[in-house]
């Protein structure tokens, strides 16, 4: 892991971007005055939109966490933002727009195509920052994973012991595959999904949950689309990791 840069927030929030080998990542820390001890550690997930669209929710979300005393983390994800373009990626996308605007069903060989490749690829990467952020003397865990894409979620909270605790977005496509994997998850969940959300398919979301291993799950069902998650949805999820990483 190697620091590119770092700057002090106006709430004394440390940030610093890095890049562990072709990955750019964002690393926040909180001020000193909460920072006396290593501090556990949120990875933070987000759509396949790039780091420098998604910022300004990301940078919230962390300063949000480090008022909590926790550190965040993020990478940006294969094929999106400055990293080298993914030509199957592109066309699964492409095939999923076409679908969209001729008004046909998604199918599975779409999301398929979709959303496995990308799991492949980012599971591991999301692995080996944490091996990178773990090193750091300032970063002692536990470990928490929150966001989309939910896919990626779903597999890192099955096959990463050091992740004790996951807040997922139910708002992104879900190969048939991902249920069978959902039912190996055993780490307390707190998920979150909007009803009304226009790009989500809520019955698939409720199945999801309802597969799911852990013996700890909520699901928190807000009214509104897909950009109306209500302010205190995010201090639900902020007392459930501060339950599960303190």
């Not at 709430?11 to 072709?22: K, Y």
């Not at 949120?42 to 966490?65: C, D, E, Q, S």
């Not at 959902?182 to 998920?191: D, E, G, I, S």
């Amino acid at each position: 892991m190697q620091f590119t840069s770092a700057q002090r927030l106006d709430d004394g929030v440390a940030e610093r971007e890095f890049t562990l080998g072709e990955i750019p990542g964002i690393l926040w820390t909180p001020g000193s005055a909460s920072a006396s001890a290593p501090a556990p550690l949120i990875l933070l997930g987000h759509p396949t939109l790039g780091l420098r669209r998604m910022y300004p929710r990301l940078v919230a979300r962390a300063r949000h966490a480090a008022a909590d005393g926790f550190a965040t983390a993020t990478i940006e994800l294969p094929g999106c933002g400055d990293r080298p373009r993914w030509p199957a990626a592109e066309q699964a996308h492409a095939d999923l727009r076409r679908a969209m605007e001729a008004g046909e069903p998604i199918g599975d060989e779409i999301i398929d195509a979709l959303i496995l490749p990308l799991v492949e690829k980012a599971v591991p990467e999301w692995q080996s920052a944490l091996d990178a952020l773990l090193s750091l003397p300032e970063i002692g865990g536990p470990v928490g994973y929150s966001g989309g894409v939910i896919s990626i979620g779903i597999r890192l909270a099955a096959v990463e012991p050091r992740i004790v605790a996951a807040g997922l977005f139910a708002g992104s496509l879900i190969p048939r595959a991902m249920f069978e994997e959902a039912r190996r998850v055993t780490v307390p969940l707190h998920v979150l999904l909007q009803w009304d959300d226009e790009g989500n398919d809520r019955q698939a979301a409720l199945d999801l949950f309802d597969a799911f291993g852990s013996k700890e799950k909520s699901l928190h069902a807000n009214m509104g689309g897909h950009t109306g998650v209500p302010q205190y949805a995010g201090e639900d999820a902020a007392r459930f990791f501060a339950r599960h990483l303190r």
